[in-house]
């Protein structure tokens, strides 16, 4: 298994600001990926976070918007840049050990709410 | 596309009662299917995960689910619902035509749990 904390665990945003999201995995890790969670919805997968390496982006992200880091294999960052109140949301960071098809691990969330 | 369908997006039940909560997928060929639930300000974690070797699956919790690949279906059951059983429940599917790279949740079923 693994144990993943994400920082902050929330925080409120001005309009146009930027904020980045740490996720620290307590093991190696071979898949790390970013999640979108709205209010009262399903998550959304905004990226996979490839080590040492540009993130690949889901339909709809973009990197300039969502720019993601994975410096090593048990950490990675998501920035949110410019943001704007649609922006609210929760952010996942997950995780997965081994094969493609196992289970993902999460991470609390970062609850980020824009004014 | 793949996707995952859960159906009722709010269930309620007594105390000691049955749980079933409705998931149905669609795929070509049998993918791997998986349970999570978030508990209130909580990242989501693993109920039971299918992956072919049997087709009733026991997770944690006292949770159990069979997949029926005649209905497409992956339904979650608990013989007797306990207070703390109240939480958001997704459905998942590993996405086969990305190799299981990809997890792919559905819109998530809030259980109440009355007393």
């Known amino acids: 298994s693994a144990v993943i904390s994400q920082k902050p665990s929330r925080d409120i945003c001005q309009r146009g600001t930027s904020l980045t999201i740490q996720c620290q995995v307590d093991?190696?890790?071979?898949?790390m990926f970013w999640y979108r969670q709205q209010p009262g919805q399903s998550l959304t997968l905004i990226a996979t976070?490839?080590?040492?390496?540009?993130?690949?982006?889901e339909s709809g992200f973009v990197i300039d918007k969502f720019p993601i880091s994975r410096p090593n294999l048990t950490f990675s960052t998501l920035t949110v840049s410019n943001m704007s109140p649609e922006d609210s949301s929760i952010y996942l960071c997950?995780?997965?050990?081994?094969?493609?098809?196992?289970?993902?691990?999460f991470g609390e969330g970062s609850r980020l709410t824009v004014l | 596309a793949q996707s995952v369908t859960q159906l009722g997006s709010h269930v309620s039940v007594s105390e000691g009662a049955l749980v079933l909560l409705r998931c149905n997928y669609s795929?070509?060929?049998?993918?791997?299917l998986f349970w999570y639930v978030q508990y209130p300000n909580q990242g989501l974690q693993l109920l039971l995960k299918?992956?072919?070797?049997?087709?009733l699956v026991k997770g944690i919790n006292g949770f159990e689910a069979e997949f029926k690949k005649s209905e497409t279906s992956f339904h979650l059951t608990k013989p007797s619902a306990h207070m703390s059983d109240a939480a958001e429940y997704f459905c998942?599917?590993?996405?086969?035509?990305?190799?299981?790279?990809?997890?792919?949740f559905g819109a998530g079923t809030r259980l109440f749990v009355k007393a």
């Open positions: 976070a490839n080590q040492g390496s540009e993130a690949t982006y």
């Open positions: 795929s070509s060929v049998p993918p791997y």
């Open positions: 299918y992956t072919s070797a049997a087709t």
């Open positions: 093991s190696q890790v071979t898949m």
């Open positions: 997950s995780a997965r050990q081994g094969a493609n098809t196992g289970e993902l691990f």
């Open positions: 998942a599917v590993s996405d086969p035509d990305t190799g299981g790279f990809k997890t792919i």
